[in-house]
């Protein structure tokens, strides 16, 4: 392509492992376009990298393609593709539905895009991406797809059966991004803990972690979407003795009455999953346990959802999120009745997270007068923005320093000592150790 480069808008919507497959596919052309990340500047193409989880990330994927489209009818774009879950699970209704997208793609048709873009897949970058994250943390994507058979959970027909990457792959691709300044690396899945069955015949993330925490140049490692079932214990002997891995885990539950876990095939029945959590905090003490539960399953009960609630409110995690339930095509809980009225599903939802509003407040002024490595990932406005390695990017607690009277990098590390505390946020002060 001789002539001036042309402009291409990645849009990722949806997870951070969407996120490290739009930098991927980032890097692949950017030696052809002139490449932007969720830009709002005029761009000659837009690619847009779909969810399709859940109900609600399937709304915000199909208004982000009609707004690309209505843009496209205006002529400020020339051409728009999208890719991506939802176009993985949807791509002949899609097509039929929005006629004005020049080309619709699934999760693995990388090749097939590229080419549309005049551009030859180039396997010499395989373990290079666009990063798109503030340049000291990135996620790294351990492997592709699911071999569980959650009932809720459409990710395995869309992303297909578990494939780890091999040890050296990864550690390749993470010596490149140290490189980069790269200090703490973000492992993502859909599955952590089945990492490594696939190729070496037995879990290895434990093994992995510990590779991973030798490269130079790496600070944290930060482990994200791990599940219960036949978790590998020795990973948590892993956290507990190696200064690089942040205290900080993420495992969803789902829930914790033994009707509905067995109903959502979640392997583990409410004593078992009361057991694991207790295994967990001890095995590990300080963690930061992150975890998602879904609200109004088909046929859970006013007494189960209260069981719920008593469970959060003993087991006082330090992060949680909730999600209402939604029916998915073609999985096994589609075949049960979506009994539970929205409003219902709504008003469980805003209780169970008022209660975890309280018990973070709680945790939080737990923290005041103590002092904690913060990494400082932004200067916004009044304060500098960082979090402690209890806390991940974007969904977790942020540690706001003042600007005035300080002057700190972003990307780099400080002991800052709590002063006051928040729901979901901490504020402190520069703390200097006395000698």
Known sequence: MKNKKQSI???SLGCSKNLVDSEVFMRQVEPYYRVEADSNNPSDIVVINT???????????????????????????????????????????????????????????????LQSLNVDYKKELVGERHLTT??????????????RQCAFCAIPLIRGRHISRTIGSLTDEAEKLAAKGVKELILIAQDLTYYGIDIYGERKIPNLVEELSKVEGIEWIRLHYAYPAGFPWALTKVMDSNPKVCRYLDIPLQHINSRILHAMKRGLDGDKTRTFVQRIRKEVPGVAFRTTFIVGFPGETEEEFNELLDFVKESRFERLGVFTYSP????????????????????????????????SMELNRDKEGK??????????GDYYTGRTQFDSPEVDNEVLVPVKNNNLKPGSFYNIKITKADYFDLYGELHFPDN
Not at 77 to 97: A, F, I, P
Not at 134 to 147: F, N, T, V
């Open 134 to 147: 503030p340049s000291h943390y990135a996620y790294l994507k351990i492997s592709e797809g699911c071999d």
């Open 371 to 380: 002092t904690f490595k913060v990494l400082i990932d932004k200067k916004e």
């Open 328 to 359: 998915e095509e073609d999985t096994a809980a589609y075949d049960l009745k979506d009994d539970v009225p929205e409003e219902v599903k709504q008003e469980r939802m805003e209780r169970l997270m008022s209660l975890q509003e309280a018990i």
């Open 51 to 113: 969810c399709g989880f859940i109900h609600d990330a399937k709304e915000e994927s199909i208004e982000t393609i009609l707004s690309a489209v209505e843009a496209k009818k205006r002529g400020e774009v020339k051409k728009v593709l999208v890719t991506g879950c939802l176009s993985q699970r949807y791509k002949k209704e899609l097509k039929t539905e929005i006629e004005e997208v020049d080309g619709f793609f699934g999760v693995n048709d990388l090749p097939e895009i």
């Open 9 to 11: 808008n990645f849009i």
